[in-house]
């Protein structure tokens, strides 16, 4: 999956319609790219789901859905495999956990343009807003609609760029236990291009003040590996901040889409069905234990700071 299909991609004019219905598309097909690069994958991640809290398994809060050890274990082969920091399955492991959660309720979001003024403009130009924003753990553990949720962004009138990095077709959003540690995180997986290779996901450690703060954690862990890659940044007088700082961009890009779909003074509806409101999924008990089974189609919602009138459609 190298080339995004053809009409996959969004334009500048395209209206909420076109542009989610386009994410639409897209995220099936990162579904199919699932399958097909890990055939038995969710058919393992649901055997391991329903081991929660059994004797002599670990537990974890409810808004996470699985943790992300699972997903290692899928795309390493599991065993003894390990996954090294430039292995290409190490990426696919936090695509792969998005997915899985995603594929419970597979809901794209859209942004109505009040939500879109509050979060994203003012977020971004408003004077003397900082550039580091804070974390709130939680209010993303206590708000997030579902476990895993894609926010189709805006087109219109878009930026080239944001920073360094061009403007995203969207972002998977969900929240991750770290069973080593406790931990949580908030785990984002922007959709760059639309292609497999271009979901970039990166880790946000919830129990830190800032975002900078998280960057800078993942900064110092990772920066041996970064400078043989790019030994350039050694000459910097302080390349782990340099690092962390670049680190950022990605997740700063995207974080005023997350504290949007968190907020508690927005209103989620349904894009047909305003009456409609956005809810976890939840498991069917058998005899097996609890048994999670995908949504039939994806469904899209729409993010506003006031309820939409019956009938209303986006436009």
């Not at 097909?29 to 038995?40: G, N, Q, S, W």
């Not at 189709?152 to 929240?175: C, D, K, M, S």
């Not at 976890?280 to 189609?297: F, I, K, L, T, Y």
Request: net charge neutral.
């Amino acid at each position: 999956m190298g080339k995004p299909g053809r009409g996959l991609i969004p334009q500048a004019g395209d209206d909420a319609e076109k542009v989610t219905a386009l994410a639409v598309k897209r995220t099936r097909r990162y579904l199919a790219e699932v399958r097909k690069r890990y055939p038995d994958a969710f058919a393992q991640l649901n055997r391991m789901v329903r081991q929660k809290g059994a004797p002599g398994m670990p537990d974890w809060p409810d808004w996470c859905w699985l943790p992300m050890g699972a997903s290692y274990a899928v795309a390493s082969g599991g065993g003894l495999n390990r996954l090294t920091a430039t292995d290409p399955r190490t990426a696919d492991m936090g695509r792969l956990a998005a997915l899985a959660a995603w594929r419970l309720t597979k809901g794209v979001y859209w942004l109505e343009a009040d939500a879109q003024d509050r979060h994203i403009r003012r977020l971004w130009k408003a004077p003397g807003v900082p550039a580091d924003p804070v974390l709130r753990q939680e209010r993303y553990t206590g708000g997030m609609p579902q476990h895993c949720v894609y926010v189709a962004l805006p087109q219109r009138n878009r930026p080239t760029q944001v920073g360094p990095l061009p403007w995203p077709l969207g972002v998977f959003i969900h929240l991750e236990h770290d069973v080593n540690n406790g931990r949580p995180e908030l785990r984002i997986v922007v959709d760059t291009d639309g292609t497999w290779e271009g979901l970039a996901p990166h880790p946000v450690m919830l129990d830190r003040p800032t975002l900078l703060a998280s960057s800078r954690e993942g900064a110092h862990e990772s920066l041996a590996t970064v400078l043989q890659h790019f030994p350039g940044l050694g000459d910097n007088e302080d390349p782990a901040e340099a690092l962390a700082k670049f680190s950022q961009t990605l997740p700063f890009q995207v974080w005023p889409v997350v504290e949007a779909v968190t907020d508690p003074d927005v209103v989620i509806s349904r894009w047909d069905m305003p009456g409609e409101r956005p809810e976890r999924a939840r498991p069917v008990q058998d005899s097996g234990g609890p048994r999670w089974e995908p949504a039939n189609e994806p469904v899209r919602w729409r993010v506003s700071l006031e309820a939409p009138r019956p009938g209303l459609r986006a436009m």
